[in-house]
């Protein structure tokens, strides 16, 4: 079974630049077809970031377009984010999470950044 | 954006009785492929979302039979048969079929 694991700051200053990385175990990378990220504000709902596919190509929320980069790590087996300019509305839990049959199938357990 | 209008937002339920879950979506969610990507997550308290059904009304691997996905075009289901202490927890209705992907708001399954 595929497991993912969220990695990175837990607190990040306003105006900085959000990174957070998912190391995947359980499969490789580039044999899955796309993987994404979520957020969710403490006590709120979800939100979906973007996706990006094992080849590089990424698809974003219009809404951050602006300010999110999506990348892949082969060699590690990992795929980040960077999402920039971050303000107090940019924190939440960030979920990664594995794609497959049109949905959301795996998700990491999440980490909580606090942007302050 | 696609809009996922879930009701109720809150089910206080029996244990053991059925609950049901409704999710609206402002648009048809039948993609141009000709499957219809709504799914149904399940959080626990504390954890991260769980995929319990996709495409309308498949199970997800290990998902109890308890759970059934139903509808289509813009009206959709899920429907829990008997509920149990540890279905309590949020659920989300979720579309794929058109970026950006959306979430309904949640419903809180709770035991009365």
């Known amino acids: 079974q595929v497991q993912l694991r969220e990695s990175g700051p837990g607190l990040v200053k306003p105006s900085g630049t959000l990174s957070l990385s998912c190391g995947v175990s359980g499969a490789s990378i580039i044999n899955i077809n796309w993987w994404s990220w979520v957020r969710q504000p403490p006590g709120k709902g979800l939100e979906w970031m973007g996706e990006i596919y094992h080849s590089g190509s990424t698809t974003y929320n219009p809404s951050l377009r602006s300010r999110l980069t999506m990348s892949v790590d082969k060699s590690n087996n990992q795929f980040s984010l960077h999402l920039r300019s971050v303000t107090a509305a940019d924190t939440a839990v960030y979920y990664c999470?594995?794609?497959?049959?049109?949905?959301?199938?795996?998700w990491g357990q999440g980490t909580l950044v606090t942007v302050s | 954006d696609i809009v996922l209008t879930q009701t109720p937002l809150s089910s206080p339920v029996t244990l053991g009785q059925p609950a049901s879950i409704s999710c609206r979506s402002s648009q048809s969610l039948v993609h141009s492929d000709g499957n219809t990507y709504l799914s149904w997550l399940q959080q626990r308290p504390g954890q991260p979302p769980r995929l319990l059904i996709y495409k309308i009304s498949n199970r997800f691997s290990g998902v109890p039979d308890r759970f059934s996905g139903s509808g289509a075009g813009t009206d959709f289901t899920l429907k829990i048969s008997r509920v149990e202490a540890e279905d309590v927890g949020i659920y989300y209705c979720?579309?794929?079929?058109?970026?950006?992907?959306?979430f309904g708001q949640g419903t809180k399954v709770e035991i009365k």
């Open positions: 979720m579309q794929a079929t058109q970026f950006p992907w959306t």
């Open positions: 999470a594995k794609g497959g049959e049109g949905t959301i199938e795996y």
